[in-house]
């Protein structure tokens, strides 16, 4: 069974920043897309930003410049760097990958639990 867990949610000071990541395990035979989504109360659940296997990027514009996504192959794992947070930042944080698991078929689309980011003084 394949999962994704995150790691390193919290609570920060405005301009502050933190480092989230989420590893994959299991049964995985490739991952294609890796991605952070967030949802603040209230609100759907948005794309931050993802990467492609050969380290493409893409990010939404409220997050372009301040937060940088990158991953680590040989460790299925993906990392979101976040710096200058503001408020407008608070929500929860889920990690999204597209896997190839070694029992075959087709690619899913996994989720981890989400952590929390909570930017307040």
């Known amino acids: 069974q394949v999962r994704l867990v995150e790691s390193g949610g919290g609570l920060v000071p405005p301009g502050g920043s933190l480092r989230l990541s989420c590893v994959a395990s299991?049964?995985?035979?490739?991952?294609?897309?890796m991605g952070w989504y967030r949802q603040a109360p209230g609100e759907e659940r948005d794309l931050v930003a993802r990467?492609?296997?050969?380290?493409?990027?893409n990010y939404s514009g409220s997050v372009k410049g301040r937060f940088t996504i990158s991953r680590d192959n040989a460790k299925n794992t993906v990392y979101l760097q976040m710096n200058s947070l503001n408020p407008e930042d608070t929500a929860v944080y889920y990690c999204?990958?597209?896997?190839?698991?070694?029992?075959?078929?087709?690619?899913?689309?996994?989720w981890g639990q989400g952590t929390q980011v909570t930017v307040s003084s």
């Open positions: 999204h990958a597209d896997i190839l698991s070694r029992n075959g078929g087709t690619v899913h689309s996994y």
């Open positions: 299991g049964r995985i035979f490739s991952i294609g897309y």
């Open positions: 990467i492609t296997e050969d380290d493409s990027t």
